[in-house]
């Protein structure tokens, strides 16, 4: 096996299949990334079997064959070869028995223990299957992603409510959601036409949605599609395929608040450092902050035994009846912190009711729902 290939174009392949790659695992070998050159082109696949990262590179290829390696040994490597002015690196795998492979670089020189793929879970190759798919432009789907993720469960508990649903069977545009029983986010993608046999309910689990995200951001668009039951997502470099949540997600559409008796207007930039202000002391009191509205002027304010009491006073504008009413300080701040917009609005009904809180600009479809706490 022998093969040449860009320093840059191995450097950032190596960097973004890695990620797919087990952090822990029973089987050694979803620590390794599986090389594999044929026809002029060099693929890597890095898994942790929930998810699979998959890229195809041009490479120079004198004679074909596969190894794996472990990712982390191969990341570290690379990034230490020096820039040289051919800028190219040779792989050589000269002893089948030894499993040895030599990484050239100019004056720099590797000799690596590599391990065979015989135990490397199995390539799906969709390059020359057809299946259904759709294009997007990444914009509109990352920020989908990021506002529908807000409320979704990064820890230990039912997979449901560690992901983010697709919901390409929604009734006007597709819609994205996730709860973690205590919140929910809701979110649509403007000018997203769907297949009519993708329009399912697709539940993605969390550990899919970061890397999804990073796909987006180096391409302008993608393609995406299902593939025996996986969602793959496909650029020209580079495919990322996730298995999806078993369940069934539940209906945002009835926990949505349908109407509200009390209405508040806020400077998201004010509010935010108002939260801020006030945080230390609320995740001293179970995560608890208050907002006691008025007419004109919001109090946002926390106490807490033995640490004391904050309180910040914002210009705000109410419809309706004052009010008291508490929520989980972090809850507030996923918000505020995915938002742009200038100004925040939290729509409420009684102190015991959910609130909804959105964006002051009427063209956004994203709606936040969170439970009131007592105090």
């Not at 102190?351 to 909804?356: C, D, H, I, S, V």
């Amino acid at each position: 096996m022998k093969f040449r290939i860009d320093k840059k174009t191995l450097h950032d392949a190596v960097n973004i299949v890695s990620r797919a790659v087990a952090a822990k695992t029973s089987r050694p070998i979803l620590l390794n990334l599986l090389m594999t050159a044929h026809d002029n082109t060099l693929r890597f696949v890095g898994t942790d079997l929930e998810i699979m990262m998959i890229s195809t590179q041009a490479a120079e290829i004198e004679e074909q064959g596969h190894f794996t390696i472990p990712a982390k040994l191969i990341q570290e490597i690379v990034a230490s070869i020096p820039d040289e002015e051919d800028g190219r690196v040779l792989f050589e795998l000269n002893n089948e028995d030894t499993r040895e492979v030599t990484i050239t670089s100019g004056r720099s020189r590797f000799y690596l223990q590599v391990q065979p793929a015989d135990d490397f879970p199995p390539i799906p190759v969709i390059d020359n299957e057809e299946f259904v798919s759709f294009n997007i432009n990444s914009a509109i789907l990352k920020q989908g992603l990021k506002e529908a993720g807000v409320a979704m469960n990064t820890e230990d508990g039912n997979p449901v409510q560690k992901s983010v649903c697709l919901d390409f069977a929604a009734t006007g545009m597709p819609t994205l959601a996730s709860t973690d029983s205590k919140r929910l986010a809701v979110t649509t993608l403007h000018g997203v036409e769907v297949p009519d046999a993708l329009k399912k309910t697709l539940i993605v689990p969390s550990r899919a949605v970061p890397e999804l995200i990073k796909l987006l951001d180096a391409n302008d668009s993608i393609r995406i599609g299902l593939y025996k039951e996986q969602l793959v997502m496909c650029s020209e470099h580079f495919q990322l395929l996730t298995r999806l949540v078993d369940g069934k997600f539940p209906d945002y559409n009835r926990v949505l608040p349908k109407e509200s008796s009390r209405s508040l207007k806020i400077d998201r930039k004010d509010f935010t450092q108002a939260l801020k202000a006030v945080a230390p002391i609320a995740r001293a009191n179970s995560d608890l902050v208050n907002f006691d509205v008025g007419p004109n002027e919001t109090r946002i304010w926390a106490k807490a035994a033995e640490k004391g009491t904050a309180e910040m006073f914002i210009n705000s504008e109410l419809s309706g009846e004052p009010i008291n009413i508490s929520f989980n300080i972090n809850f507030v701040l996923d918000f505020v912190n995915n938002v742009t917009d200038a100004q925040v609005i939290l729509d409420m009904t009684t102190p015991n009711y959910p609130g909804l809180l959105k964006t002051g600009n009427p063209e956004s479809e994203f709606k936040y729902v969170i439970m009131p706490m007592s105090y």
